[in-house]
């Protein structure tokens, strides 16, 4: 194999839903939801291949998807992109984070990402030739908040690209308009490019104590610097489908679509189709989705509270984190391969999201984009196993 490859090792959610399965276990791991899609999408989609929609699409995507999420971000952010060179549909939000860096990092540039970072993340820098540089979140009580300072200190003359994901995985941060306005200061100041990926932009909880999610193409100067990446998995729990977007000035969209050409040309196009109408609605759609996570992400923390792994306040998203080490264990990646014998249940050790060596280990992360019954099932057995 390539120098590149050596130690990419298996995915952490591939080694961990094959746990869940071969033992049984209730799957709090990987974040496959177990939550219902709007019957309309699902009947749209069918629709969609029994009348033809079965070839390629353009490369671009398809004409009304790219113009379904025009209008969003327009509607959401108050923000216009041209649908023919400003939007850019992709295989999931994954693919786009690799033509991001592929098209926009030259061997040697240094990509900073917020630590711990969604795995994706290095992945991709190194198969840009990019260094990753990892500036750590720091725990504050419950939450993770931005460490400017260090931000800045990251900076070097080969930086070209700042990845941001919010709200976040692994920890359900939302980043608060304080942090963005820093993030947006030094990208200004050291004419940065950002990636932000924002798959998980419907999905914040409680609006008025959180603070609903912000875009940073939104801030002055940041449009025209900014790429925005979202997906329909998880706002419409259809995670398989893999449909994505980017969103951003057409210079730098023009960079991306230049290499998605060539990893994949195109995609789905009956899922784009469908997508295109249910992009319309999804608001409506999205508080529904939001109310059963929200639910979930309570029961799941009072559950891990009393079973005595401290959970991690989440903001947002289908994650959180709880600490170990009152269970005797310092060590999550042990931790989570014990689990499923002694408890039934599956997680994800958080080291697998961090970049930087030295990181903490006694974090693990759980998932609550499952049915309730599957929490309520993990934390009953949490509950009897610590
Ligand atoms: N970014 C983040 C932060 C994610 O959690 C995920 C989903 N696992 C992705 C990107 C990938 O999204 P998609 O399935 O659309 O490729
Ligand atoms: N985004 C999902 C997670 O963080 C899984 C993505 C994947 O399996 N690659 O669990």
């Given at each position: 194999p390539?120098?590149?490859?050596?130690g990419?090792g298996?995915?952490?959610?591939?080694?961990?839903?094959e746990?869940?399965?071969s033992t049984?276990?209730?799957?709090?791991?990987?974040?496959?939801p177990?939550?219902p899609?709007p019957?309309?999408?699902?009947?749209d989609?069918?629709e969609?291949v029994?009348?033809g929609?079965?070839q390629?699409?353009?490369?671009?995507?398809?004409p009304a998807l790219?113009?379904?999420?025009?209008?969003?971000?327009?509607?959401?952010?108050?923000?216009?992109y041209?649908p023919?060179?400003?939007?850019l549909?992709?295989?999931g939000?994954t693919?786009?984070?690799?033509a991001?860096?592929?098209?926009?990092?030259?061997?040697?540039?240094?990509?900073i990402?917020?630590?711990?970072?969604?795995?994706a993340?290095?992945?991709?820098?190194?198969?840009?030739?990019?260094k990753l540089v990892?500036v750590?979140?720091?725990e504050?009580?419950?939450r993770f908040?931005?460490?400017?300072?260090?931000?800045r200190a990251?900076?070097?003359?080969?930086?070209?690209?700042l990845l941001?994901n919010?709200?976040?995985n692994?920890?359900?941060?939302v980043f608060?308009p304080d942090?963005?306005?820093?993030?947006?200061?030094?990208?200004?100041?050291h004419d940065l490019?950002?990636?932000t990926?924002?798959v998980?932009?419907?999905l914040v909880?409680?609006d008025?104590s959180?603070?609903?999610h912000?875009?940073?193409?939104a801030?002055p100067?940041?449009?025209?610097?900014?790429l925005t990446?979202?997906?329909?998995?998880?706002?419409f729990?259809?995670?398989?489908w893999?449909?994505?977007?980017?969103?951003?000035?057409?210079?730098l969209?023009?960079?991306?679509?230049g290499?998605?050409q060539?990893?994949?040309?195109?995609s789905g196009?009956?899922?784009?189709?469908?997508?295109?109408r249910a992009?319309g609605?999804v608001?409506e759609?999205?508080?529904?989705?939001?109310r059963?996570?929200g639910?979930?992400?309570d029961?799941l923390?009072?559950g891990?509270a009393?079973?005595?792994?401290?959970?991690?306040?989440?903001?947002?998203g289908?994650?959180?984190?709880a600490?170990i080490r009152?269970w005797?264990?310092?060590?999550?990646?042990?931790f989570?391969?014990?689990?499923?014998?002694?408890?039934g249940v599956?997680?994800?050790p958080?080291s697998?999201?961090?970049?930087r060596?030295?990181?903490?280990?006694h974090?693990v992360?759980f998932?609550?984009?499952?049915?309730?019954?599957?929490?309520?099932?993990?934390?009953?057995?949490?509950?009897s196993?610590?």
């Open positions: 390539a120098a590149r490859v050596a990419l298996t995915s952490v959610f591939t080694e961990m839903t746990l869940a399965r049984g276990a209730v799957n709090l791991g990987q974040g496959v177990e939550l899609s019957p309309e999408l699902l009947a989609v069918a969609a029994r009348s929609a079965n390629y699409p353009p490369a671009h995507g398809a790219r113009e379904a999420v025009a209008a969003h971000q327009l509607r959401r952010y108050g923000l216009a041209d023919r060179d400003e939007v549909v992709t295989t939000a693919e786009a984070l690799a991001a860096l592929l098209g926009l990092c030259d061997p040697g540039d240094e990509v990402a917020f630590d711990p970072c969604y795995d993340y290095p992945a991709g820098a190194r198969f840009a030739g990019a990892a750590p979140l720091v504050d009580g419950d908040v931005l460490d400017a300072d260090a931000l990251a900076v070097t003359p080969r930086t070209r690209v941001l919010t709200p976040h692994p920890t359900g941060k608060t942090e963005l306005d820093a993030v947006a200061a030094v990208c200004r100041e490019v950002v990636v990926d924002e998980y932009e419907h909880f409680d008025a959180a603070g609903a912000r875009t940073i193409a801030l100067g940041m449009r025209e610097r900014t990446i979202s997906s329909a998995g998880k706002t729990s259809v995670t398989g893999k449909i994505g977007w980017v969103c951003g000035p057409a210079g969209l023009a960079a991306v679509a290499v998605k060539f990893l994949t040309y195109a196009t009956p899922y784009q189709e469908a997508l295109a992009l609605g608001e759609w999205a508080a529904e989705v939001r059963t996570l639910r979930n992400r029961l923390s009072e891990l009393r079973a005595g792994l401290r959970p991690y306040r989440a903001d947002a289908y994650f959180l984190q600490d009152a005797g264990h310092g060590d999550g990646v042990r989570c391969r014990e689990l499923p014998s002694r408890a599956v997680a994800i958080t697998a999201f961090w970049v060596p030295g990181a903490p280990s974090l992360r998932s609550f984009c499952r049915s309730e019954d599957s929490v309520r099932t993990a934390v009953e057995r949490l509950g196993s610590g």
